[in-house]
C-alpha cells in the first residue's frame, strides 16, 4: 500500500525563479492538501485539491498555485520566489468532501538563496 | 480565526515517565482533532484521530482525549522510551479543507 509520495526531497533555487513540486496522494485517495511549514512552526494550509479544483485556500498570495491531475496526483508551483519562501512543504492526502484523517508524504525542503 | 495553540513547546523527560501534552483551540465547531508525529527534517506521521463525535482514542502506549466544551485535548504517553522523542501536533480538522495546526512540543525522552 504505496504511501504519499513526494518529489523532489530537496531543492535550492535562486530569488526570483520559479519551482514546482510534486505529489502522489496515497492508494485510494482523492484529495491532497499542501502546507508550508517554517522551521519550529506548525504546517500553514496552502490550498486544498478535489476533483481537480482547488477547494479551499489559505492566505498565501497568487505566486502560490496548484493543480491536481485525473489520477489524483498534485502539483504546488510557486512563481517569483522570495527568501522567506524556504521552508519545508508537505503534501496530504485524504479520501472524500469529508473529514477523514491526513496522511503526510516526507517533505520537499525548499532553500531560496 | 481557528487558534491551536500546545503548551510547553518543548519537555524533557526520564525514560519510563507517563506524560501529557496538550493541545488547545479556540473554535471547536464540528472538527475532528489528529495528533502527528514529526522527525526532525521529515513528514507527519499519523498518531490518533478523535473524530468530532468521540471522546478519546487509544493506540498502544497512547491515549488522546477531546473536550469540546473547554477547547483542549491531551495526548497521554505511558512509559515513554528514548524513541518517542520527536515532535508531537495537534491539527483540527474540518469539515472540507482548512486544517490548523498548533506550533508542537518537542520531547526529549533522556534514557
Known amino acids: 500500500d504505496a504511501g504519499v509520495t513526494q518529489s523532489p526531497t530537496h531543492l535550492i533555487k535562486t530569488r526570483g525563479q520559479q519551482v514546482t513540486l510534486r505529489c502522489s496522494p496515497k492508494s485510494g485517495h482523492d484529495t491532497v492538501s499542501w502546507y508550508q511549514q517554517a522551521l519550529g512552526q506548525g504546517p500553514q494550509f496552502i490550498f486544498q485539491y478535489y476533483e481537480e479544483e482547488e477547494r479551499q485556500r489559505g492566505n498565501f498570495p497568487d505566486r502560490f498555485s496548484g493543480h491536481q491531475f485525473p489520477n489524483y496526483s498534485s502539483e504546488l508551483n510557486v512563481n517569483a520566489l522570495l527568501l522567506g519562501d524556504s521552508a519545508l512543504y508537505l503534501c496530504?492526502?485524504?479520501?472524500?468532501?469529508?473529514?477523514?484523517?491526513?496522511?503526510f508524504g516526507n517533505g520537499t525542503r525548499l532553500t531560496v538563496t | 480565526k481557528q487558534e491551536v495553540t500546545q503548551i510547553p513547546a518543548a519537555l524533557s523527560v526520564p525514560e519510563g515517565e507517563n506524560l501529557v501534552l496538550n493541545c488547545s483551540f479556540t473554535d471547536s465547531a464540528i472538527y475532528n482533532l489528529q495528533w502527528f508525529r514529526q522527525d526532525p527534517g521529515k513528514g507527519l506521521t499519523s498518531l490518533l484521530l478523535?473524530?468530532?463525535?468521540?471522546r478519546e482514542q487509544t493506540s498502544g502506549r497512547l491515549n488522546a482525549s477531546l473536550d469540546k466544551s473547554s477547547g483542549r485535548s491531551t495526548l497521554y504517553i505511558a512509559a515513554s522510551q528514548p524513541g518517542d522523542s520527536a515532535t508531537y501536533l495537534c491539527a483540527l480538522i474540518p469539515n472540507a479543507g482548512k486544517s490548523t495546526f498548533g506550533d508542537g512540543t518537542t520531547l526529549t525522552v533522556k534514557p
Open positions: 496530504a492526502s485524504s479520501l472524500g468532501q469529508g473529514d477523514s484523517p491526513l496522511h
Open positions: 478523535i473524530q468530532s463525535s468521540q
